[in-house]
């Protein structure tokens, strides 16, 4: 293959935690690396192709570590309930109708969302997962893909779902030119007893992958926990040797002083999800301990029925404002990390130690959104504009693995149109079976 | 003037509140008011122009009862800071700089992103007011004005600015075809002695106009209002006389039970501004129990310095999502609440009777937005859509008065290039004065 080789100059390009966070001049991108990046401009080599990015802020491409992207269909079905209702009479009576087919064009739906909103990379546990890979596979996004498993059935059922989230991981791990890991994914420990649990961290250990499950989103799981096991979801699961594997939860909403500390010596990442936490009334998270005890917190989505889009953007306002709010300190979770969060740290929580950052030798993930907008007006903090007055629909072009799939706001990979149409079809054929 | 008279077909259109709150059919506009909103076709009349609606979602437009519009030329100037040092480091030795041209270009700036935004009416506190009200009477939009007035200063120049604020509401109330009214606006109870505050009251009752003010915002200007005057708030404000005038107060974070009760004998309107409320770490306002109690509530951006951007969407979700994850209660504040505050109490609390809702006799002021996106499909609840997934640049058109103002995203009555020099440049002068 011919090196592809471009170098962007006059542009604007975030680098959160530096001392410079927004630096201005030229980066070069070699195939699907970022090769340099800098104020002085590069050696002029003949042959590589320059592009002006006057009007464009750069930024790392966001990282989104927390979701079920084939619900998307159940986008506004059932919205402004009880948990328990929503669950029971809304969300599984629907779920357990999808057909592959079904997640197909749901899985479509949310990554088409995603590309264009500047979500690079994306975590899914789900279930027919080789349809969702396809669908990774197609679009040129970069994901971290698992079978989630839930433990409610026969024991013959129990090992059934678990040989297929074995065989997933290991045909999946480092396809579709390396833009697919894969995870071992146990649902919940409220929905899968310890032996089964625990089953899951030997096959972890088997194919030397990292875990990820949901935990402590509600208080009410944290009781049942207490009492069906005499232990807290984080003391439980450490007994289950979940964190002797490199390990990400999901939410981590109700956790006291002794499990941040035990989270934070395991180096376990939360994925903090704070827009379907506060719609599904679930609580909200202590990130700000979280991140002072060095845990690595990071940004998801969560399903797009529990939030209700794939705005990266709106994940990381809320993170920066909420917690400000709810501690009373305006100096909380301020925008470089609210950035890091979303991108750096979403990295590393879901161990891709090659993005999340722009710098030589990191992966060319990155977007650049419109700033001569209204609402982004004037040029005063150009990373403080892309946290608190940004959005997904401000992302102008992104790049993946050095690849553009979204170019002035169109994606170049995927079917707008035949995604739409079906979706909405799929939508309206689930409510007739 | 010839009549205008118009129809749209197809389209779907929000009515919250109501039992069909997406109603699919008929709008008849003619000049400036809505004739004609149904399932069924209404009687053919040669002349007058069908325009098909489908794709589009029809709203009220938005309504943004607390701002001041030219503070957006501090957008990001001073962000995650504590609040005394934003105010006296940052947003004071700016402000004190502004020029009637600052103010004329921060406002225009502002106008734009709420136009383009889907915001037809808004309020504005501020000084240099002819220029704003310039603005207003050129860009088409609808908004309730008033010189806001601090009272640190000597009598005579209390005095002075007192008759600015009268001059101010006399000269504009009613202009701009109508779509300028007036207000009386003492700025706080902490920053207008008793005695001043009760002159404004009294010019509120000679000019038969209503009152607006900042109240509650911090849990420290209450004790402040407690140490000075040995009494909360509230029981000031109606003690000096404001709640004899029909009233909005800004913020009201910090409420106990009494003051609850006490704004709802009065019908003393909140304006919820709960993006600014929680990035400069106020607090949260007590939503539900003010609803509860019959308050009217409704959203309010303040200035972008503090939110940073004007994006009443935003403001929508906010309010229907923190109230859900601080009350634990998935129910709070349900998407049909939400949208109601955005628009038919939002044009309660600033006492106009006639926009706020799409129904026949109202003002035709209505935005529609593009429904054929990925992040608002399926189609299964479009108004949950509106609340939980759209964002300002989901805005396709909007019309104000009758007038279209904004036509596939681009505004039609103001020149957007040379507003976004000129922000810029204004800005960066600011810097350097």
């Known amino acids: 293959m011919k090196s592809n080789k471009w170098t962007i100059k006059n542009g604007r390009y975030v680098i959160p935690g530096s001392d410079k966070p927004v630096l201005t001049g030229y980066m070069t991108i070699e195939n699907d690396l970022i090769t340099y990046i800098g104020e002085v401009e590069p050696p002029f ?42 669950l029971q009479e809304k969300m599984w009576p629907m779920e357990e109708k999808f057909t592959g087919q079904d997640v197909y064009w749901g899985t479509s739906l949310s990554v088409l969302e995603m590309l264009k909103g500047g979500t690079t990379t994306f975590l899914d546990m789900y279930d027919h997962m080789d349809r969702v890979a396809e669908v990774v596979e197609l679009s040129g996004i970069r994901s971290v893909l698992m079978r989630g498993v839930i433990g409610f059935c026969s024991e013959e059922m129990q090992n059934h779902k678990l040989a297929e989230a074995i065989e997933f991981a290991r045909n999946w791990h480092g396809k579709a030119d390396g833009r697919i890991t894969t995870m071992i994914s146990p649902h919940a420990p409220y929905t899968c007893p310890p032996d089964f ?16 499950t949901h935990m402590s989103e509600t208080r009410r799981e944290v009781e049942q926990n207490e009492a069906d096991y005499g232990l807290r979801p984080v003391a439980h699961l450490e007994k289950l040797g979940m964190f ?8 981590g909403v109700h956790l006291n002083d002794e499990e941040i500390e035990i989270l934070a010596r395991h180096q376990v990442g939360v994925s903090h999800n704070p827009g379907s936490n506060l719609k599904l009334a679930s609580g909200i998270a202590r990130v700000t301990d979280l991140l002072r005890a060095g845990v690595p917190v990071s940004l998801g989505t969560d399903g797009a029925a529990s939030n209700n889009n794939l705005d990266m953007f709106e994940e990381m306002r809320l993170a920066a ?21 979303a991108t750096e740290y979403g990295a590393k929580s879901i161990f891709l130690n090659n993005v999340g950052r722009l710098a030589p030798g990191m992966k060319a993930d990155f977007i650049a959104i419109d700033i001569d907008q209204p609402h982004l007006l004037p040029h005063s903090d150009l990373l403080s504009h892309a946290v608190y007055s940004a959005s997904a629909k401000d992302v102008e072009h992104v790049w993946i693995n050095g690849q ?10 995927m079917d707008e149109e035949m995604i739409r149409h079906k979706a909405q079809e799929s939508f309206e054929n689930l409510l007739q079976r």
Chains 1, 2 share one sequence.
């Open 45 to 86: 080599e003949s042959g590589v192709e320059i592009v002006d990015g006057s009007r464009l802020l750069f930024m790392p491409g966001l990282v989104n570590t927390h979701g079920h992207a084939a619900m998307s269909l159940l986008r506004g079905y059932g919205d402004d309930l009880a948990l328990q209702v929503w």
């Open 321 to 341: 404002l909420i917690h400000k709010g709810i501690s009373g300190d305006p100096t909380a979770i301020p925008a470089p990390e609210a950035m890091r969060m």
């Open 197 to 212: 649990f625990v089953k899951f961290v030997q096959a972890a250990h088997d194919l030397d992958l990292p875990m990820h």
């Open 404 to 413: 553009q799939v979204v170019k002035h706001g169109k994606c170049l990979t």
């Open 244 to 251: 002797t594997r490199p390990s990400l939860v999901a939410h």
